[in-house]
């Protein structure tokens, strides 16, 4: 786990592959997205380190319902009882009425080159018990109530890698979480820098490349994304892959 200051209430946290961000207003504590279930001490963890205990986190954001990005959500709300927020259209997908998930054939396919191998490894050891994961209690927050976490976010329909994936805006810092609309990093990944994850982890590519170009050109001067590093965020350098 490595936790890094990119604003003055913003910490990134990397798990296995996978970020997860602590928002803190100095009395409480957003959360957006929750790693792996095997992360889910590392996420405690992580509070604990910036100054703040399970008890103040307000709310959890999910950008969506992967289980690299809600593996700890269950535990913190058995323990809390926070409200746990997504896209609309993801509050379904949170809680399993349907799956938009790489299928056990996309992961085989991962075990021809040893990248891929690396990864299929560190992914079942990360779910391992808890592939069933899901997040009962998820609801879609409105505009009013988003404003007034730990923060404050707007909410921005980012459809394409699942139905209902939604980046979250945070205007008093610019800072811009894209969850996996736009990653600049990941295992399977070839090279850095702002790009999609490989067309394997995407619902609907057509929409994750329209979704990507929208998130580009937004006024925020920090992107953190779901895989890879928080990186300056230019919106007049706009994504072009």
């Given at each position: 786990?490595?936790?890094?200051?990119?604003?003055?209430?913003?910490?990134?946290?990397?798990?296995?592959?996978?970020?997860?961000?602590?928002?803190?207003?100095?009395?409480?504590?957003?959360?957006?997205?929750?790693?792996?279930?095997?992360?889910?001490?590392?996420?405690?963890?992580?509070?604990?380190?910036i100054g703040h205990?399970?008890?103040?986190?307000?709310?959890?954001?999910?950008?969506?319902?992967?289980?690299?990005?809600?593996?700890?959500?269950?535990?913190?709300?058995?323990?809390?009882?926070?409200?746990?927020?997504?896209?609309?259209?993801?509050?379904?997908?949170?809680?399993?009425?349907?799956?938009?998930?790489?299928?056990?054939?996309?992961?085989?396919?991962?075990l021809t080159t040893?990248?891929?191998?690396?990864?299929?490894?560190?992914?079942?050891?990360?779910?391992?018990?808890?592939?069933?994961?899901?997040?009962?209690?998820?609801?879609?927050?409105?505009?009013?109530?988003?404003?007034?976490?730990?923060?404050?976010?707007?909410?921005?329909?980012?459809?394409?890698?699942?139905?209902?994936?939604?980046?979250?805006?945070?205007?008093?810092?610019?800072?811009?979480?894209?969850?996996?609309?736009?990653?600049?990093?990941?295992?399977?990944?070839?090279?850095?820098?702002?790009?999609?994850?490989?067309?394997?982890?995407?619902?609907?590519?057509?929409?994750?490349?329209?979704?990507?170009?929208?998130?580009?050109?937004?006024?925020?001067?920090?992107?953190?994304?779901?895989?890879?590093?928080?990186?300056?965020?230019?919106?007049?350098?706009?994504?072009?892959?």
């Amino acid at each position: 786990m490595k936790i890094d200051q990119v604003s003055d209430s913003v910490y990134v946290v990397a798990g296995t592959n996978v970020n997860w961000a602590l928002v803190s207003d100095g009395s409480g504590v957003t959360l957006i997205d929750a790693g792996y279930p095997a992360d889910t001490d590392a996420v405690l963890d992580s509070m604990r380190q910036i100054g703040h205990q399970i008890a103040d986190v307000a709310a959890v954001l999910v950008t969506h319902a992967h289980l690299d990005h809600i593996g700890a959500v269950p535990t913190l709300v058995e323990r809390v009882g926070m409200p746990v927020y997504t896209g609309t259209e993801e509050v379904r997908h949170a809680k399993r009425e349907y799956l938009q998930q790489i299928t056990p054939a996309g992961m085989l396919r991962q075990l021809t080159t040893g990248r891929g191998r690396r990864w299929v490894i560190d992914t079942m050891r990360a779910v391992r018990g808890h592939v069933d994961t899901k997040v009962p209690s998820a609801t879609t927050g409105d505009a009013a109530t988003l404003s007034c976490l730990p923060g404050g976010f707007t909410a921005i329909p980012t459809p394409g890698h699942t139905s209902g994936h939604t980046a979250y805006l945070m205007d008093s810092e610019a800072v811009l979480f894209s969850g996996d609309a736009l990653v600049t990093g990941h295992p399977l990944l070839e090279h850095t820098g702002p790009q999609l994850l490989p067309s394997v982890f995407n619902h609907d590519e057509v929409l994750t490349r329209d979704s990507a170009h929208h998130l580009a050109v937004q006024q925020a001067r920090t992107l953190v994304p779901g895989h890879g590093e928080p990186i300056h965020h230019d919106p007049k350098a706009l994504w072009t892959s």
